[in-house]
């Protein structure tokens, strides 16, 4: 089986034309993740493939350091951190050295302040953009989604994670089992830790309930990798169907971490976009709410970033409604929100006092999740049977003719160069929406790019996908639209005037036939599809001309 698995991404290997990757998954160090992947370095070798190793992590281990022995090391760089000479992988080398296939340990590294990235998969996603294959391990408990899974079935916080969706773009997922009284003994041998860590090892993280908990955890995750993959593959479309996922944020409520991790996972289960929505009232603008309030919120908003989600923040009075509204728009099946708090007796009157209440009561035909996140939250996430049905069934094309469902599912078939806006200095927002809607104009019906910008405008004052990280998805249903377009925004020095964590470099305008609100779900998933490839991102701010965005565009999509 496993000579299968090595021969399967050997032909990877030799058809591609990106980087592939590969991922050894296991659920505790000592099952032997690292070792697998130094023996398929050895296979390839002897099949003519030039291999390096890119960064190993022998911990001590005799038997991982032998068998390291005889495959070429990328010499590591050394990086002075608070007086400490520390060893990190050297990415530039790994670049200019170009190898076929990089083996490149422990893919949930966080590196030391002043690396080129501040994660190790980061690093992953450059060598992978330069056309070097890599092969890596990963412990399930790294998964951001799991944080709080782990934390209640085992007691640990894991402080290394990683966003799903690196897991979910890899090529490859093997996974390396070993029974937990066969990883226990190997621990008491002093195969794992050094013989003065053992005793504490097994009394503490190495139980036999712990390991069966993450083992169980990383079987269930390897299912639904596979699950998720065996749907791609028949064509099941996410964002065609009115089930997607949308999580409630607010700004004082407590551990919104549990309600994103939670979402994020449903979402997976059911192959769906997913919305993390804050509703700010006007006792909670920004120049109302304290430093610390703030720092919450935009907490939560970057970690539904990292989690894979689309962010939107509306400004309203009634927040219910607001919420409901959202959900209708955007083909919302599943409502999570956070358990309401006790107040006290001169709060319990007026708007907003039963948020909970009136979306269980007014949201007809959508499931509400109400947790309690003061509480342990269930260790996984399943969704009914006729839900997974429901989520699978049915090809539904968001108002696009049969002939031309398939190419409807690239973000390039809705755009031309003629509608792409480079610009070399900072613009404010309004400059740039104005400038793309002068593009798109014409191909309203009544030419008036003017009318459009204020559609455009208008939509951005009820609710903006939340700018940061560098990309923003604003968007407006026009009446009378014959099909969807999609314009885009590239700002050299940013878009000034907008707060985000990022410069806001890139923009991509969405305009969706009004009369086919399908249209709008698919769209903007596309669009944040291509926002998650780092290397487009990349390759986009740097191109010169409107035909060279289109066609990177168009490359990314036929490497995916």
Known sequence: ??????????????????????????????????????????????EGIDVVIGLLETHGRADIAKLAQGLEAVPRRTQEYHGIAVEEMDVDAVLARKPQVSLIDELAHTNIPGSRNAKRYEDVQDILAAGIHVISTLNVQHLESLY?????????????????????????????????ADLRQRLEEGKIYPAERVEAALANFFTPSNLEKLREMTLRELASQIDLRRREAQGA?????????????????????????????????????WYAVYVQTPSEEATVIDAAVQRHLSES?????ALGAMVFTYQGEDIADTLLRFAREYRVGH??????????????????TNIVEILIRNARGITVVVLDTGAELPGSVRPRPEVAEEATAGTATAGFSDAEEADSRRLSRWMSPRRIVIREAAADKEEVLRALASTIGPVTGDGDAETLF??????????????????AFPHVRVEGLAEPVVALGLTKEGVIGVAADKPIEIVFLLLSPAEVPEAQVRLLGLASRAAQSRRLMQ??????????????????????
């Open 237 to 273: 479309e996410a964002g065609a169907s009115s089930d997607q996922v949308m999580v409630c944020l607010s700004s004082h409520g407590p551990n919104s971490e549990r309600l994103l991790r939670y979402g994020s996972r449903l979402a997976g289960r059911l192959n769906r976009n």
């Open 335 to 352: 409502i999570i929100v956070g358990r309401a708090q006790p107040k006290p007796f001169w709060k319990r009157f007026g708007r907003n």
């Open 1 to 46: 089986m496993a000579d299968d698995r090595a021969d399967a991404f050997l032909r990877l290997i030799r058809s591609a034309q990106r980087g592939r990757l590969k991922v050894y998954l296991g659920y505790s160090a000592g099952v032997g993740k690292t070792y697998r992947m130094l023996e398929e370095g050895h296979r390839l070798k002897a």
């Open 148 to 180: 709080n899974v782990v934390e209640s079935a085992v007691g640990v916080k894991v402080r290394e994670r990683i966003p799903d969706a690196i897991l979910a773009e890899a090529d490859e997922i093997v996974d390396v089992d070993l029974a937990t």
């Open 454 to 471: 204020q559609s455009i405008m208008k939509r951005e004052s009820e609710g903006s996908t939340f700018f940061n990280e560098g990309v």
């Open 301 to 305: 908003l970057t970690l539904a970033k």
């Open 539 to 560: 390759v986009l701010r740097s191109v010169r001309t409107p035909e060279e965005a289109v066609q990177a565009i168009r490359d990314w999509e036929s490497r995916e």
